[in-house]
């Protein structure tokens, strides 16, 4: 079992950054790979990122490619999320979850927000313009 703990969200102006932090416990967290989603008000979940359990792939929704980057470090089992340039249209909880990872597979499986098993509880991310 696998228990989530976003931290580092907040208001940031247009244009700033913020970085995101999944904290991770349970002993085969190395074993997951982590997905990045985020829900605006009165709208659906949506992929943004993920890390497959290695950081040998990672994996972006188009919106925010070259701008959001995530990374991982397995030893203190965390995954990050660091977002730049950031858009109003950025608003949003975003959620991590991970996903007992596999190999061969690509973008759809990642961005499949049902395939997780274990989601945090969210960390608000507001960018104001």
């Known amino acids: 079992q696998v228990q989530l703990v976003e931290s580092g969200g907040g208001l940031v102006q247009a244009g700033g950054s913020l970085r995101l932090t999944c904290a991770a416990s349970?002993?085969?967290?190395?074993?997951?790979?982590v997905g990045w989603f985020g829900q605006a008000p009165g709208k659906e979940r949506e992929f943004v990122a993920a890390?497959?359990?290695?950081?040998?792939?990672?994996y972006y929704t188009d919106s925010v490619k070259g701008r959001f980057t995530v990374s991982r470090d397995n030893a203190k089992k965390t995954v990050y999320l660091q977002m730049n340039s950031l858009k109003p249209e950025d608003t949003a909880v975003y959620y991590c979850a991970a996903l007992l990872d596999t190999y061969g597979h690509g973008y759809y499986y990642y961005s499949a927000s049902h395939l997780y098993d274990y989601w945090g509880q969210g960390t608000q991310v507001t960018v104001s313009s």
């Open positions: 349970g002993s085969t967290f190395s074993s997951y790979a």
């Open positions: 890390i497959t359990w290695n950081g040998g792939s990672t």
